[in-house]
């Protein structure tokens, strides 16, 4: 099946699409073919002459490389009504979970390796979370509705897919532009969609709209969605603990984990025969997204993006050119959960005092601008011995602006300075050959060099008169006195080989090295002061964290293989994918002990505390299993087994410590039903207890649950309608990589809410959504 054939306006050959997408949503074993690599799939809605992705459903044996899989837009369209959050579709991918973080923005985690370890791709764009926490991660920039495909490399990642990332990549496309036939004028067609979560009240609307000619395509997409506070499930009685009297949350609610947003993109694209052009206009509104494991919350987002396209084929091969631009303001404060410790009957100096001073402190308003400049260039070259060639190039220029204007009490006169005139910016140039070196064996091996320049302006605190509070002159006067502009230069190198042995059975083979250069805030947050080092922190464990000047690039060495065996039938499939990874000078963190770290307990084991990055050596280790299996083919429909099971270790090999955020073992079971236009699904999800956490970190230890969830969707020609429940059971639990609560409380104080509280998930919800297209 091919992507034009996915896209088809006409809504022909719904039903075994619809077959396909329900084996793609469950166990996610398509896997992304050679052809997909010649250039980024043509977006395009009918045949292009373009090279385009082959969806290889399971059961076909297509020459390809099983590291990537792909989630197609009928096997995320069944999720929408489920979630709102973008990376959360990513979840049933082979590989792949989820660091907690805010309702819309969870970090997807790749073999144990998350956030800016994993290269994430938004329509090309290599886009980066503009805040200490990390509260605006690329994929939080789409609404689920918007995603028109996501391809996910998890084992070995060509370097022209690649980059200044040592994990995988995850490239997400909004919906692609979809043209007229030659001669049949000006065409319009689009979907609205609206859905319903009762857990939290969630609800949201979708819009999508195209007019085109058979050269010119104009399109709208859009999102909005919205939700209170959601509930645990069980018992969930926290808040008594944290609540201050006469504010207690109601019992189970999870404070902090409501939000608003609302997302648009604006397409433009243009076609001959063999050309394209194609322009985005990408717009973000969050109004605001509360963080249950971070001490503050988002209380503003916008986001501007524009990039420009152009793909072209000729004789030699195709060409592929992208630039873009992408501004971000970002704003956070204490939301409703947090704030009302700090309101006017608190005790504390709140809301109301009026002006602010030395002892009336308001809030505490934290503001981050970044820009963010981007281009890359590839050529795919058809050699004449039937090899490809790739060639490519990328640049990227990125500013970052963190500061926190003063809004008294300690956080007073002046305006604090994280990260002042931040620059990150690299230049890239690869190469990459695929060969098909004999009939059942395929290679590719590439070679990619990034150059990486970051640099950050002067530290400045809240008070530059001693004695200030926190240590601030002095962590600043020894920022200040150093250099801090430092370059890398990093070297990928990738090589993977797949053997076809027979009609049912395949293996591959993988090697790599990748490196990643530290992040902005990795490098630059200066400041020891312990209630500035707690909003230096991405990982949601309530610690507080100091950047360190010093750091070098994580370099990764990863080896891995892939079995694939099914039946001749399609009656079964299996999948099994073992891996492991040695990174050298793995960015892990050490307790801080200099400056205004010396005043606090250097050992302590049950509470949160102030850590430095530091470089140590890591090794992870693990296997992807997943299959599928038919049981039934009856009068009553067809009924179907599917599952896949994660396995990870992560440990510190100089600190004989675990790694932190990594989830031991994780299982999804589902079995299957679908006959004419129904599908539908009981799964079992269970992750097992979590007992070698980082103990550097006091990272909790979390209990082993199993889930239960229901599904079932309806597709008419216009119309598709989606029911479910997850958490049947109403189960309480807690994700192994959902982090600390400090979801309401005295959260600015390092020791002001209680250690130990590891984030609930969300309790039983009932959802259904529904889908129109015009
Ligand atoms: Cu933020």
Redesign the pocket.
Known sequence: MTIGEQTDRNGQGQRTRLATAVAIALTGTTMISASALAAEPSNDGERSGLPVITVTAPGETTPGFLSGTRLGDEALSSQRSATSDTASLLDRLPGVSLQGAGPVSSLPIIHGLADERIRTRLDGMDLIAA??????PPLSYLDPAQVGEARVWAGITPVSVGGDSIGGTIEVDTLPATFAEPGEGVIHEGEVGAFYRSNGNARGTNLSATLATDTVSLSYSGGWSKADNYDAGGDFKTSTATGRPGHELPLDEVGSTAYETRNHLIGLALRNENHRVEAKFGYQDMPFQL?PN?R?D?TE?TEKRGTLRYEGEFGWGGLEARAWHEVVD???DFGDDKRFWYGPDSGMAGDACSPIGPTCAAGMP?L?ESENSGARVMASLDLDSGDTLRLGAEYQRYRLDDYWPPSGGGMWPDTFWNIRDGQRDRMALFGEWESRVAEDWTVLAGLRYEHVVSDAGDAVGYDDTAPAKGNQVDDAAAFNARDHERTDNNLDLTALARWEIDATRSLEFGLARKVRSPGLYERYPWSTWPMAAVMNNFVGDGNGYVGNLDLDPEVAWTASTTFDWRAGDDAWSLRVAPYVTYVEDYIDAQRCTTGACAMMPADATEAFVVLQYVNQDALLYGVDLSGQMMLAETDWGRFGLEGALEYTHGENRDSDDGLYNIVPLEARLALTHELGGWNSAVEVEAVSAKDDASEVRNEFETAGFALVNLRAGYQWERVRVDVGIDNLFDRLYAAPTGGAYVGQGKTMSISGVPWGVPVPGSGRSIHAGVTVSF
Do not use: A, I
């Open positions: 805040c200490p926490n990390h509260m605006n963080y971070q503050m988002m987002n970002h704003e956070m934290m981050t």
